[in-house]
């Protein structure tokens, strides 16, 4: 990255005219959103799941079983969940989840049991993999989260909100090597290289504050995914988010001598955080 003398009174004025400039072509047009328009990743013959009506007396009684056995046999903790007789379905599952948002030990078991002990039971999709990983990476047991995003990238059952799962927990804990390995795993199960969802990772990651993680993934990755001034003003507001200045004005600068045009919500981020650091040195 090229780094400049910090020179707070010049690029004040740069950013300035940058706002002038987006103001004369401010248009009323209305675009979709993003979500609306973005391709997911998830493998269309993969299984979604459909919301049934689930027995609230099944559910907790499956739910006192997988909390009070969770350190049982496997052997009794299934013969124990076969007896309850209850309609195992994908909206069970994700209710069962629900049950323990920070717990990984019950929901990872009953994912087991839904492998193993319950044949009639309908593939797991995306949906019921990322609540799981999601569940499991709150819970910081990161070695079985990996191992779990390993497993979705062999079943395909992978699509932009595990990227943003993945990578803001792996940044989390600081596992920085794994949030590139994990672009690199999931272009070896097809998951391509992809700037537009790098960027999304950039949106998750410096909205979450991780604005140095997502510093080291754009270098490290940058021999595989060339970064856009999309990317480079999602890094801007994150370092205007924690304070540091002198880091968004250098990469302020690398857009300008890339040729890229900062958006008008960047020149703003950047108007607004000069300001604030220019009233607080005040007497």
């Known amino acids: 990255m090229l780094i400049r003398r910090l020179n707070l009174a010049k690029p004040l004025t740069t950013i300035l005219s940058h706002r002038n400039h987006h103001a004369r072509f401010l248009t009323t047009t209305t675009t979709a959103t993003a979500e609306s328009t973005q391709p997911q990743l998830t493998n269309p013959n993969s299984p979604t799941s459909t919301s049934s009506p689930v027995n609230p007396d099944h559910l907790l009684r499956v739910c006192t079983i997988l909390y009070q056995q969770q350190n049982s046999p496997e052997s009794r903790l299934h013969s124990s969940l076969t007896s309850c007789n209850f309609n195992l379905t994908h909206e069970f599952f994700l209710q069962v989840c629900n049950k323990f948002p920070l717990s990984w030990r019950p929901v990872h078991l009953f994912f087991l049991y839904t492998e193993k002990a319950h044949p009639s039971f309908p593939p ?13 990476g709150k819970s910081r ?14 079943r395909r059952l992978v699509n932009d909100k595990t990227f943003r799962i993945a990578l803001k927990t792996l940044a989390q804990v600081r596992e920085l090597n794994k949030c590139v390995n994990f672009f690199h795993l999931m272009n070896n199960c097809g998951f391509e290289y992809s ?17 140095e993680e997502a510093k080291y993934l754009v270098l490290k990755l940058k021999e595989w995914i060339e970064p856009n001034g999309v990317t480079y003003g ?14 968004a004005s250098k990469v302020w600068n690398l857009i300008i001598d890339q040729g890229f045009e900062p958006g008008i919500d960047v020149v703003d981020k950047m108007i607004e955080t000069f300001l604030r650091k220019i009233s607080m040195m005040r007497p």
Not at 199 to 211: A, W
């Open 124 to 136: 797991h999709s995306t949906l019921t993999f990322n609540k799981m990983v999601d569940i499991i």
């Open 141 to 154: 047991n990161i070695d079985l989260f990996w191992q779990v995003l390993q497993e979705m990238g062999r």
């Open 195 to 211: 700037l537009e969802r790098l960027n999304k990772v950039m949106e998750t990651l410096c909205e979450n504050k991780l604005v």
């Open 234 to 247: 999602w890094l801007i507001k994150g370092f205007c988010d924690v304070g540091d200045l002198i880091e």
